[in-house]
């Protein structure tokens, strides 16, 4: 198993462009999960996904949108960057386990600079 | 909303010496999980904890539920170069989303 994969690992925007990160699991999770982490701080939840087709705002979810077709697939876009949006982003999927939620497994990340 | 308070904000210690660091929350939770993330790393799943009061080991890790599902706190004995990164909890809200915050993390500094 891959488990999850980020593309791209690293990118340079200009203010106003628009970009979509790509994210894909294949361990069939339910839960999918989109976080961004600034330089030295902790992990901010953005969207999150709890199967296909259905999708849900977390903490920080201006600026940014996402779709859930496919269990596998869970792009997060940004339509109009932002130097705010100058980050790490990390995608992350999970499964349930008897009790509530299982472990959550994280993509390497896409580095992200908006200029 | 939810706050999830973590402490400290970054510790250092010599090689050797114990480490814990605090999750606290404002409100009840239905579980918590641990994770560690290294230097330039994504974060990697340790451990979860759903019973109040539950204890759980693994090697020089030792991490406790709170009784009042509250805190919950990781401690690590006899800390070595390999347990530098930064640690986090993360919590499941009780209000029937399926949403997992973080908190701000704990960064630890080995000396060698």
């Known amino acids: 198993n891959a488990g999850v994969t980020q593309t791209p690992k690293f990118r340079i925007l200009k203010i106003g462009q628009s970009m979509t990160l790509q994210c894909a699991q294949d361990m069939n999770h339910n839960y999918m999960y989109w976080y961004r982490q600034d330089p030295g701080m902790g992990l901010k939840l953005i969207y999150y996904s709890v199967g296909a087709g259905i999708t849900d705002k977390g903490e920080v979810p201006n600026g940014y949108n996402v779709s859930r077709s496919t269990t596998e697939d869970f792009p997060l876009r940004l339509e109009l960057a932002a130097p705010s949006q100058t980050s790490v982003y990390f995608c992350?999927?999970?499964?349930?386990?008897?009790?509530?939620?299982?472990?959550?497994?994280f993509g390497p990340g896409t580095r992200l600079l908006v200029l | 909303g939810q706050q999830v308070m973590q402490i400290p904000q970054y510790q250092h210690v010599q090689e050797g010496e114990d480490f814990t660091t605090y999750c606290n929350s404002s409100t009840t939770l239905s579980n918590i999980q641990w994770y560690k993330q290294r230097p330039g790393g994504h974060p990697v799943f340790l451990i979860q904890?759903?019973?109040?009061?539950e204890v759980k080991k693994q090697k020089r890790l030792t991490f406790q539920f709170g009784e009042a599902k509250k805190n919950s706190s990781l401690h690590i004995t006899a800390t070595q170069t390999t347990d530098v990164g930064t640690y986090f909890c993360?919590?499941?809200?009780?209000?029937?989303?399926?949403?997992?915050?973080f908190g701000s993390g704990t960064r630890l500094l080995v000396r060698p």
């Open positions: 992350a999927s999970g499964g349930s386990l008897a009790g509530g939620f299982g472990p959550q497994y």
């Open positions: 993360a919590v499941v809200l009780m209000d029937s989303s399926y949403k997992l915050i």
């Open positions: 904890l759903v019973k109040s009061g």
